[in-house]
């Protein structure tokens, strides 16, 4: 019985060991700044349910390079745009940066439609990549990635989960998070960078992806 114990302890230790390494494959970069947090150890995102604006699997993990996800929806007044802008003219300022790809997560699925997502990132760059999924999907990717949202009637300020019949013909805001969320090549969530979000800290985090 003693043996049979060890031997199992082994195995366990042999497996976290295992685990530890599998989650530190892709090393954090060696970069700080202001409203820049790295988690170690760091969640995979699950990618089921998520489809991309041309109806394919999406899948969190990119052999290729880093992803940086922004989660948010097309009605937003000013917060998306504006941060979509911010990202299209990083992508036309940076030379030779690490492989890369910008993905934009709509929370609002019941407006958002692929063609609606495809029309609004082409507007600020074709290369964006626009995700979307069912809300039992995106709750359980939000819920990882630590990227909160909720739905709000402009008037009264009530907040719900599920948005009825009258707050689909009036219209609601989208309360969501704003950070850009920094996933690695193997899927695992790294970090976030926090607004308020400009070139020049983007840009240097994107050529620290490698």
Request: proline content about 10%; glycine content about 8%; overall charge negative.
């Amino acid at each position: 019985m003693k043996k049979k114990a060890t031997w199992l302890t082994v195995v366990l230790v042999v497996l976290g060991v295992g685990l530890v390494l599998w989650n530190s494959r892709f090393s954090i970069p060696d970069l700080q700044m202001p409203g820049l947090q790295w988690f170690d150890p760091a969640p995979r995102l699950p990618a089921s349910g998520l489809e991309d604006t041309e109806g394919r699997p999406f899948r969190w993990d990119w052999p290729q390079g880093w992803t940086i996800a922004f989660f948010g929806y097309t009605h937003c007044p000013d917060f998306c745009p504006d941060t979509l802008a911010v990202l299209a003219r990083v992508e036309s300022r940076l030379q030779n940066a690490p492989p890369h790809r910008l993905v934009f997560v709509s929370v609002d699925p019941y407006r958002d439609t692929p063609e609606i997502i495809r029309g609004y990132l082409e507007y600020f760059d074709a290369g964006f990549i626009g995700v979307v999924g069912p809300p039992e999907a995106l709750q359980a990717v939000t819920t990882e990635a630590g990227a909160f949202y909720d739905y709000e009637d402009p008037d009264s300020g009530e907040v719900f989960r599920v948005p009825d019949a009258k707050a689909l013909e009036k219209g609601y805001l989208v309360n969501h998070f704003g950070a850009l969320v920094l996933v690695d090549p193997d899927g695992v969530m790294r970090g976030h960078l926090y607004p308020p979000l400009d070139e020049e800290r983007v840009s240097r985090l994107i050529l620290a992806l490698q």
